[in-house]
């Protein structure tokens, strides 16, 4: 089997806070295969995205300190400052929930295109930017290259995102959130085109999101996260089709459906903890219709039985 070309082990993440410590992931192992596309999923504030930009040191290392493994080609990211310098540089790219908020205002679309290429001619430039836009399904390229983002709508920034994520030609791109702010044909449409610029380019993609409409139709592998921890993973069809753990349980529940011979819309009753204070054993117990009180003694382990894992101590035999 082909090495990982990310892998995430045991990874605890810990900010120090004017109030004091806290750790919204104590610990979450994770990897993606070359090529693979993987989606992480769970609630808001279940240390998804922490994880996410925790891989490239993105919370400075003087306020987050991160222990365990991280490697991405083999080469350590925690350890060796060189390797992470590579993955920033190209290895590795980023595409986040707001476009608005993460493109310049002030710099035409062509120059904040420009700042993610090698140097090269002007004109040479000019055409790499042309065809990136055009990839990723700008209707008229050389016009968005032209303009300020106040001149595009919230879908055409996004490409432009995606457009700037693949200027670097990453080996790994991780999208946190990418659509939730867009409408839902422009969602489609956008995932559309990652998915096919991720098959053309050999790209593995790392999906952050909430949405399992999303994971069904263009992902390959899942990881369920809850208060900082995996609680389910496997193949999304085996997963999404008889979900083993409560909460991949409830989170399915809880997906709009137009179909009237599904059971009414359910939800999770309570929220999430707080990062960092999570409840003795299984954090989710407060939340789980099956919960005992063995449950609340110690973290379930997470159990392997071939391509699946879930981590559950009271499983239905
Ligand atoms: S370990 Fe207990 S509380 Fe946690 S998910 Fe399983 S049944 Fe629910």
Redesign the pocket.
């Known amino acids: 089997m082909a090495e990982p070309l990310l892998e995430i082990e045991d990874l605890s993440v810990t900010f120090r806070t004017p109030g004091g410590e806290i750790t919204p992931v104590p610990g979450v192992s994770l990897h993606v295969n070359p090529g693979e596309r993987v989606a992480l999923v769970g609630e808001s504030g279940c240390g998804k995205s922490v994880t996410a930009l925790s891989v490239t040191a993105l919370p400075p290392t003087d306020r987050a300190h991160r222990t365990g493994h991280i490697r991405f080609a083999g080469r350590d990211l925690l350890g060796d400052a060189n390797a992470l310098r590579e993955a920033r540089r190209g290895g590795i790219a980023y595409v986040f929930q707001d476009p608005m908020a993460s493109l310049n205002p002030v710099l035409r679309i062509r120059d904040q295109i420009a700042e993610a290429l090698p140097p090269m001619p002007r004109a040479a430039r000019r055409e790499r930017i042309l065809s990136l836009l055009t990839d990723v399904g700008l209707p008229d390229p050389a016009r968005a290259a032209d303009s300020y983002p106040c001149g595009l709508s919230g879908g055409q920034c996004q490409r432009v995102m995606l457009a700037m994520a693949l200027a670097a030609e990453p080996r790994l791109l991780i999208a946190d959130e990418p659509t939730t702010a867009l409408d839902v044909t422009t969602q489609r449409r956008i995932l559309g085109v990652m998915d096919e610029l991720a098959a053309k380019r050999n790209m593995a993609v790392l999906l952050i999101t909430h949405n399992l409409g999303i994971v069904a139709n263009y992902m390959q592998r899942l990881y369920v996260m809850y208060a900082g921890r995996i609680v389910e993973s496997g193949p999304v069809r085996d997963v999404l089709s008889a979900p083993r753990?409560?909460?991949t349980q409830g989170l399915l529940a809880a997906v709009p459906s137009l179909r009237l011979d599904k059971p009414r819309l359910q939800d999770i009753p309570g929220t999430v903890p707080p990062p960092g204070r999570f409840p003795p054993g299984?954090a989710?117990?407060p939340r789980?219709p099956?919960?005992?009180p063995a449950?609340s003694e110690a973290v379930?382990p997470l159990v392997t039985e071939g391509p699946r894992a879930v981590r559950?101590?009271?499983l239905p035999q």
């Open positions: 753990h409560p909460y299984c989710f117990a789980c099956r919960a005992t449950c379930p559950c101590i009271n």
